[in-house]
């Protein structure tokens, strides 16, 4: 078996309708399929539910259920996880879209980090209204920097995981990307 591609990624939402009109307006995503049943097919119990999806672009979706008859949700991350860690990021094509999310999105009130330089891509980050954090990434450097600097992490990657599951420290065989200066 061979993955073609992530089919849609699900996440619990307080009120399908808010979270719907949230990812139009702060996300810029579409609203493309709906489904609501009494009963959940794979597990054949009782619970109404509103399925919802979100267009996310090229062919990615983003998607949510209302739970009416269970009780509400609650943080469902890990006390000993920070809030850094557990996100969802999507890939926009330009400095000025992500200055312009970023105008937005504090004009709309949202809490936002960045834009932060990772290196091979800047990221601008916030929360949806069920706190789940989203990040927005844009590749910098010309295609030719980001194929070689790619190329140069390729070939330390094995080294890097073994050193890392063997000493559970920082390894530094990449330590160089973030001193680099890309093209922007």
């Known amino acids: 078996m061979k993955i073609e591609r992530i089919h849609h990624v699900a996440y619990r ?11 139009k307006e702060f ?7 709906a489904i609501a049943e009494n009963k959940v097919p794979s597990t054949k119990q009782n619970d109404p539910y509103m399925h919802l999806f979100l267009d996310a672009g090229a062919g990615n979706v983003l998607a949510f259920f209302e739970l009416p008859n269970s009780k509400p ?4 991350t890990d006390p000993n996880t920070p809030a850094w860690c557990q996100h969802i990021a999507f890939k926009i094509s330009s400095m000025e879209e992500m200055y312009e999310a970023k105008k937005k999105w504090e004009e709309g009130g949202l809490e936002v980090v960045g834009p932060t330089n ?4 800047m990221a601008l980050y916030t929360y949806d209204p069920d706190g789940n954090r989203l990040e ?17 992490m390729n070939k330390v990657k094995w080294e890097m995981l073994d050193y890392f599951d063997e000493h559970q ?3 530094e065989h990449a330590a160089w990307l973030h001193e680099i200066e890309f093209s922007k």
């Open 73 to 76: 949700a609650t943080k469902v």
């Open 27 to 33: 996300m810029n995503m579409d609203f493309i399929l």
């Open 118 to 121: 990772h290196g091979l891509f």
């Open 13 to 23: 939402c307080a009120n399908a309708k808010k979270t719907v009109l949230w990812y």
């Open 169 to 171: 420290k920082v390894p």
């Open 136 to 152: 927005l990434s844009v590749d910098i450097g010309t295609k030719e920097e980001r194929i070689l600097a790619l190329e140069k």
